[in-house]
């Protein structure tokens, strides 16, 4: 069994919070791609941490470097209130 996403700081993405990461992404001029090279890792991983599919503790802590963020906690507390 995969706890990954159980634990509080990999929980994943809903689909419109993670529409929401990727808008914040585009509006710095960068794109899932990027998001994979800084992350070492492929696009599609970043797409599928966007959608919900899955989570990665790279891929978030990617973004929330991208995004000014300090913790992944931050990064899903704040694309829930951004996304409602």
Same mark, same amino acid.
């Given at each position: ?5 159980? %634990?509080?700081? $990999?929980?994943? $993405?809903? #689909?419109?919070? /993670?529409?929401? &990461? ?6 710095? +001029? ?5 998001? #994979? &090279?800084?992350? /070492? ?5 970043? %797409?599928? &941490?966007?959608? /919900?599919?899955? *989570? ?8 929330? /470097?991208?995004? +000014? $963020?300090?913790?992944? +906690?931050?990064? $899903?507390? &704040? *694309?829930?209130? %951004? #996304?409602?």
């Amino acid at each position: 069994m995969d706890y990954t996403t159980r %634990s509080p700081c $990999l929980q994943r $993405l809903d #689909a419109n919070k /993670g529409k929401w &990461v990727n808008y914040q992404i585009r509006l710095r +001029g960068l794109t899932q791609t990027d998001i #994979a &090279v800084r992350a /070492g890792c492929s696009q599609s991983q970043v %797409s599928n &941490v966007l959608a /919900g599919r899955t *989570s990665s503790s790279k891929v978030y802590a990617v973004l929330c /470097g991208i995004l +000014g $963020l300090t913790t992944v +906690g931050e990064l $899903l507390v &704040v *694309s829930r209130r %951004s #996304a409602a």
